[in-house]
């Protein structure tokens, strides 16, 4: 029994590792495209293995996963294929007998996606944004997170409640002085324009709602000029953020440890986002949270689901295990995606969406692996 689950686990994890590695290897295509445009720009060498090795360990969270379905489904298809398993319940083994090290396997790599997803991913992603500052070529739109004022540009305190490239939308811009706030600037939408050679950052506003204090009055609100524009442009001053390369953490940089404290006071993680914002924030930090535990016990479920997949296949052909791979993937996506997507919708309570294909994987692999017994 020994020299079998050796046998099994030795398979299993030559396969797993193989798969692993070129599942990564497509990922970091997206980063050798950056890499190379960095290099032509004349970043150093050093820089550049940087940014590389900090997007191992996000990559990592989710190929781990989709890598050991892979994996699994190719194994129990080959098995099946050459009659193994037949020949192993012949001489007495159950299939639970059979598959019980390949299924402990995907418990420990669930323990080290949890960690992956916890702590190391987001530490080497936000690591990753800070030597990007550093060198001043960071896209600089990804400074405006949504649903949090951002305080860093000289002078100015700015909002956006939705961001989706270069179009913001529900943008509001107070305008600091000496005293306070001397101007707010509410637009309906507008469009960015990053000024790298000049370290700024365009905003051109449209529908736009100017409310400017009396100077003769300015604490009395009733005395407040209301103006109406089409457009109205207003320019950020990157140069301090870039030059001391000041980065504030992200929700995708925050830890669990980070995370937890944030839900449990989140104006004080995020200072300035509106009353009303609170629970829609609160909803992103929870969702995001769920998310990463989802994926990494992915692994386990990934096991449950496939294992059975992969004797009815009855297959040995790489291509029916990836193809059967890219449809259960899909499937997990999709469910992750559109919870992310109700974030702004808390009533419908995203986070619990999130383990709807992690429960529905166990589920139906515990049913279809009792089938094959």
């Known amino acids: 029994m020994r020299v079998l689950e050796r046998y099994l686990l030795r398979d299993f994890l030559v396969t797993c590792l193989l798969t692993l590695t070129v599942i990564t290897f497509v990922m970091c295509l997206g980063t050798v495209v950056k890499a190379v445009d960095l290099l032509a720009r004349g970043v150093s060498g050093i820089y550049i293995l940087k940014i590389f090795i900090f997007n191992i360990p996000f990559l990592l969270s989710f190929a781990i996963p989709i890598s050991v379905l892979t994996t699994v489904l190719l194994l129990f298809g080959r098995l099946s294929s050459d009659g193994e398993l037949n020949a192993m319940k012949a001489c007495g083994l159950s299939l639970w007998q059979i598959i019980t090290p390949i299924v402990l396997a995907a418990v420990c790599l669930s323990g080290l996606c949890l960690y992956l997803n916890g702590t190391l991913a987001p530490l080497s992603h936000w690591a990753q944004r800070r030597v990007l500052v550093e060198l001043g070529m960071t896209e600089p739109e990804n400074l405006l997170e949504e649903g949090r004022f951002v305080r860093e540009f000289p002078g100015l305190m700015v909002y956006v409640a939705k961001r989706e490239r270069k179009k913001v939308t529900d943008v509001i811009v107070y305008e600091m002085g000496p005293q306070g706030i001397k101007r707010s600037v509410r637009a309906q939408r507008g469009f960015l324009t990053p000024l790298l050679d000049k370290q700024q950052l365009r905003i051109d506003l449209y529908d736009v709602r100017i409310e400017a204090p009396d100077e003769n ?28 390369g000041q980065v504030h953490k992200k929700v995708a940089d925050m830890t669990y440890g980070e995370l937890i404290e944030a839900v449990q006071d989140v104006s004080r993680a995020f200072p300035g986002v509106a009353p009303k914002d609170l629970a829609r924030t609160r909803m992103k930090l929870v969702v995001d949270a769920n998310t990463r535990l989802g994926l990494a016990l992915s692994c386990f479920a990934f096991t449950l689901l496939g294992i059975p997949l992969g004797i009815k296949s009855h297959r040995r052909e790489t291509s029916i295990g990836f193809a059967i791979s890219i449809l259960i993937v899909f499937f997990f996506y999709f469910f992750l995606f559109f919870a992310d997507a109700l974030v702004r919708q808390p009533e419908l309570r995203p986070d619990l969406i999130v383990w709807v294909p992690v429960l529905l994987s166990e589920v139906v692999g515990y049913l279809l692996l009792r089938r094959s017994v």
């Open 217 to 244: 009055y300015p604490n009395d609100l009733t005395r407040s000029h209301d103006i109406r524009a089409a457009h109205y442009p207003v320019t950020l001053d990157l140069s301090g953020l870039m030059g001391k």
